[in-house]
């Protein structure tokens, strides 16, 4: 009985053999040996079945019976194996063939970007100053979604106080007291609190304001705020600064000159004007005739704001000022209008690639 069982699983064993080999044969697709894999190699394939009968044949014939399934498996894997690199070979030529490129032809020509004028006049600026002293502030230290202690009240703008009516602020709902930042002079209240003195540092950044749009006013602009703060800093230490700033920034010697003026964090508070640089002074519609044009705000820091930051007025003094980027931009590069900057428009935008 025993060997019955023995030749008649040698004999379907090998007709196995014939039937894995045929269908192999006829397989021209990946999807079709993967169908003979599943058919004899799977676990419930017709080797495996085969190896349940096992148990029929004797504990000696056993091995015997068992190394022949093993190696029709192995064999059978091995074509397989060999055959699907086949076809993934001939699918890979065809690939190429279809994909081809032809090296000899010209190529697309996609131009190359350039950077925002704004930007690249901001980091003229901050260049300038990182030239006489001064480290820039990261913007992310500053954020621009605000509270009403560091936007104003920091900024000894105490609440009603008539001098916030200057600034139409763009409150949010986020709670009562949170704004768009008016003004980058919050830079200079966080600076304080978290860094030791002297401080010498500029911080650009975007503000907002409620402003009807035209061709001198945006909803969003640009400033960069200047803090120096150190024993014994005089008023004539500012104006010998913002003196070189203009000279570096217009590339030229540029005569300068401040106008009293009201803010609320400095005293006393100036306005500064450079000589007109479309006419050099001599009077044109540009500078309304007056041979000046105005390009900042700036003051000796108030002592209240000192005292807010926890520095001695009596032992420290200091002084800030606070420029317009587009302003800036708009002078020296003769642009007449603020919203060329925000218009994403390549033929305005391609006059400053390489600057």
């Known amino acids: 009985m025993e060997i019955k069982a023995q030749s008649k699983l040698k004999q379907e064993l090998e007709a196995i053999r014939q039937q894995a080999a045929s269908a192999l044969k006829v397989a021209t697709t990946k999807e079709a040996l993967e169908a003979v894999r599943v058919e004899y190699l799977g676990r419930k394939g017709k080797i495996t079945g085969m190896m349940r009968g096992l148990k029929d044949v004797s504990a000696e014939e056993r091995p015997l019976i068992g190394a022949l399934a093993n190696e029709i498996q192995e064999a059978l894997g091995q074509e397989l194996d060999a055959r699907l690199d086949v076809l993934q070979r001939a699918e890979l030529g065809e690939k190429l063939k279809s994909e081809t490129i032809d090296v000899t032809m010209p190529g697309t020509f996609r131009p190359m970007g350039g950077r925002h004028p704004l930007n690249q006049v901001i980091a003229d600026i901050c260049t300038i100053f990182a030239g006489m002293g001064f480290e820039v502030i990261d913007d992310d230290f500053c ?24 600034q139409d602020t763009y409150y949010t709902n986020a709670g009562s007291n949170v704004l768009l930042r008016s003004q980058t002079s919050n830079s200079q209240i966080r600076y304080m609190e978290n860094n030791p003195l002297p401080v010498r540092v500029v911080s650009p950044g975007r503000v907002y304001r409620n402003e009807e749009v035209n061709s001198r006013k945006f ?137």
């Open 143 to 166: 954020p621009e979604v605000e509270t009403e202690y560091y936007n104003f009240e920091a900024l000894n703008f105490p609440e009603h106080h008539p001098a916030r009516d200057m």
């Open 219 to 355: 909803v969003l602009f640009h400033q960069l705020e200047g803090l120096l703060v150190d024993e014994h800093v005089r008023f004539s230490d500012l104006k010998g600064i913002l003196h070189e700033f203009t000279r570096q920034f217009f590339e030229g010697e540029r005569p300068t000159r401040f106008r009293n003026s009201f803010f609320p964090f400095t005293e006393p508070s100036a306005e500064v004007d450079v000589q007109c640089i479309f006419c050099s002074g001599n009077g044109c519609h540009i500078c309304s005739h007056l041979g000046w044009l105005e390009i900042l705000g700036a003051g000796m820091v108030d002592p209240n704001v000192l005292q807010n930051v926890g520095i001695d007025p009596n032992k420290y003094s200091g002084f800030a000022f606070g420029m317009g980027i587009e302003r800036l931009a708009m002078l020296k590069y003769s642009i007449n209008d603020i919203r060329l900057f925000f218009n994403n428009d390549l033929r305005f935008l391609n006059q400053f690639k390489g600057l």
